[in-house]
């Protein structure tokens, strides 16, 4: 069997994360086959372009696709993959029919990663591997979804290799991923206070707001959502001036279209899971890298992330 063509290191890593790298690398092609659980995030894509370059067509990542998952993030993902040049399969999810998700209990991850790996385990019959992108941070994160991963035997190469938040991006930089700086997006699902329920009509109206601001340049922001109301969370680095570009009745009524009856601004700015305070959980830390809140460039052209 031929070596793999590997992606070259277009700038320098510091010698413990190129030993990481060479890491994933060899516990990934020890392997021989894998699905990646892949939802086009900055993890996941990491996880894919290297199963990819180990294992070729051995390689698969999938997709879930459900209302919870922003329409513009399904779109990043297709063409992530095909610029990383793996197989990539979609396979509709169901997790809004269990009321163990659309409740929406504290430990709903849990219920819709239980759903995702149900339908991976069915497609990974034959010794193939079922990958994540679970990084060294999110293990000391609220994430109950990752439980329903090990329950289905799901491997997390990144967390294994001792790789975090910040060692997944700057690998991906010097790799040249054109989204190696795409901002963290979580599923639209957690836009609503625990105990709010979940439906597709809410989850479709939250992402039509965020995809109106998101085409006004905004690309790092959150509408939660809370009843019929809407509170708008941005960096906070954006507050003072947002009004100065973005007309705020303009804004008033975009969202009275969309169905909310109010909107509000978050005055103390976005902080990845703050709904999770009332319930004594610790939010995410912020990711400096992406941080100031502005479109990102398009992470389908190589190298306009540089």
């Known amino acids: 069997m031929s070596s793999p063509a590997l992606h070259p290191l277009v700038e320098c890593l510091p010698p413990p994360l190129e030993q990481a790298l060479g890491g994933l690398r060899q516990s990934i092609k020890a392997l021989g086959s894998t699905l990646v659980a892949y939802s086009g995030g900055v993890d996941s894509a990491l996880v894919a372009a290297i199963s990819a370059e180990q294992l070729g067509a051995d390689a698969e990542a999938v997709t879930g696709v459900s209302p919870a998952l922003a329409p513009h993030l399904l779109r990043e993902a297709r063409s992530q993959a ?17 009321p163990a998700y659309s409740s929406n209990p504290i430990d709903r991850c849990y219920a819709c990663k239980r759903e995702l790996h149900g339908l991976l385990a069915s497609l990974s019959a034959g010794g193939i591997q079922v990958l994540d992108g679970v990084n060294l941070d999110d293990l000391g994160d609220h994430r109950p979804g990752i439980r329903a991963a090990r329950e289905r035997g799901v491997v997390s190469p990144l967390a294994e290799q001792g790789i975090d938040k910040a060692a997944v991006r700057q690998i991906s930089r010097a790799l040249g991923f054109p989204w190696w700086d795409k901002p963290a997006q979580p599923c639209l699902a957690s836009r609503f206070p625990y105990g709010e329920p979940v439906t597709a009509s809410r989850l ?14 905004l690309e790092q922001l959150r509408v939660r959502c809370q009843g019929a109301t809407a509170r708008l969370e941005i960096p906070a680095a954006q507050l003072d001036d947002l009004f100065s570009w973005l007309p705020r009745q303009e804004l008033v009524e975009a969202f ?5 009856v ?28 992406t941080s100031d809140g502005f479109r990102r460039p398009d992470p389908t052209v190589p190298g306009s992330g540089r």
């Open 262 to 289: 109010a909107v509000s601004l978050d005055l103390e700015g976005l902080i990845s899971g703050k709904l999770n305070r009332e319930h004594g959980l610790q939010p995410s830390a912020p990711d400096p890298l």
């Open 82 to 98: 095909a610029w990383m040049g793996i197989r990539h399969r979609e396979v509709a999810t169901r997790e809004l029919e269990d």
């Open 204 to 217: 479709q109206r939250v992402a039509a707001a965020e995809d109106w601001l998101r085409r006004r340049g």
């Open 256 to 260: 009275r279209a969309f169905g909310f």
